[in-house]
């Protein structure tokens, strides 16, 4: 219970942490005389170094175990938070961003690879509550944020405050996060024995399915593409579609995100329940019957509860890929993990930008069918996430 209370409440300072930037974007960028243009270059930048980092903790992970990267990343990003707050100039807010993405990367693979641990441990799946605390800890940086900039407390004040809680946090929690091998003696025996393959081999693949990990790198880049387009889309395509006031656009985007986290809340015993392959196909499924019906529906409601059915369809997905990627090998997980949620991240990077694409082509709503065909993809792909033998 120790390492699962830890372990969740890492996800939430994760979330919340990443929230301090995204909810400040507006000051910042205007403290810091950005343009939209340059804007969305930092994005990018943040994406690019968070993928770097990803690729750099598997190994680590592998080497090291997941206690000591997961508290090396959660402090780092804990700091890093101060930097985007604080900076004056665009080559200032780059530089801090980047060490910021840097930091969000390596967190998102060892504190995932926490999660498959405890997970294992536990015998049953949890892995979606822990997602589910993530989206928790967003929504209250979120409101602390609201809440900062209406009593105009300094945007500086916010983030040092962030920062010092997120220490705290860390200090807290550090000694219940789990260190290499728990929760399976195979791995416990391979950290300890003369191993042929032991944690950090550079011949790691040669204990791995490479056309399994390829598939799963593939769901899991589906997957977050879908995921990515309500993100940046859901607000705007109610907005244009209807002509309603950016506020119903708002409420499209919260209805997403809400449905989404609720779901991932209680979406567990339902996995344990029919398994991960038919939570993925059948979650796939309800996603895409989301989106067509957010994409044809007549008005804003319909559209509204759409993109709604669209969350709760895609809440219980990812946690799946991440927990069968973990166990897809005894000594190389952290590897694993790195692809597996590095290319994801790359889908949800990629996924408002094809939109965009095509949406300059055949409309907006014409786009999001995209969506529907990576969650097909993933539906007939689901039998990925089956447990190995």
């Known amino acids: 219970m120790r390492a699962r209370l830890s372990v969740t409440a890492v996800f939430a300072l994760n979330g919340f942490l990443a929230a301090l930037w995204v909810a400040h974007i507006p000051v910042i960028t205007d403290r810091a005389h950005v343009s939209h243009a340059q804007l969305g270059g930092l994005l990018l930048l943040i994406g690019v170094s968070a993928f770097v980092a990803m690729q750099l903790c598997g190994p680590a992970t592998d080497r090291w175990g997941p206690r000591p990267t997961t508290v090396g990343a959660a402090l780092l990003l804990s700091g890093a938070i101060i930097g985007p707050v604080l900076a004056r100039s665009p080559e200032a807010l780059a530089a801090s961003l980047a060490v910021f993405g840097f930091a969000n990367g390596a967190l998102d693979v060892s504190m995932n690879a926490q999660a498959v641990a405890v997970e294992r441990a536990y015998r049953r799946p949890i892995m979606s509550a822990f997602h589910g605390y993530f989206s928790v800890g967003s929504l209250v940086g979120s409101g602390l944020v609201a809440l900062t900039l209406w009593l ?125 392959v038919r939570l993925v196909r059948y979650g796939a499924l309800i996603g895409a019957a989301g989106m067509t019906l957010a994409v044809l529906a007549p008005v804003a409601p319909l559209a509204i509860g759409g993109w709604t059915v669209f969350g709760i369809g895609l809440a219980g997905l990812i946690p799946q890929i991440f927990t069968a990627a973990g166990n897809l090998t005894v000594h190389a997980s952290g590897r694993v993990i790195s692809v597996v949620v590095g290319c994801g991240y790359l889908g949800m990077l990629a996924g408002p930008a094809v939109i965009g694409f095509l949406g300059g082509a055949v409309g907006l709503s014409g786009a999001l069918a995209v969506a529907v065909v990576a969650l097909a993809f993933a539906a007939a792909s689901a039998g990925v996430v089956a447990p190995r033998a």
């Open 152 to 276: 105009d407390v300094g945007v500086g004040p916010t983030g040092v405050g962030g920062a010092g809680f997120g220490v705290g946090v860390v200090a807290v929690v550090r000694h219940g996060l789990v260190p290499r091998g728990y929760g399976d003696p195979r791995i416990e025996a391979a950290a300890t024995d003369d191993d042929p393959s032991p944690p950090g081999d550079p011949r790691w693949w040669r204990d791995v399915d490479l056309r399994q990990l390829g598939l799963m790198a593939l769901v899991a880049f589906a997957l977050m593409l879908a995921e990515g387009t309500a993100y940046d889309w859901s607000a705007l395509h109610v907005v244009e579609t209807f002509g309603t006031t950016e506020a119903i656009g708002a409420i499209t985007f919260g209805a997403f995100s809400a449905a989404m986290t609720v779901a991932r809340l209680g979406i567990d015993p339902i996995a344990a329940s029919v398994g991960p």
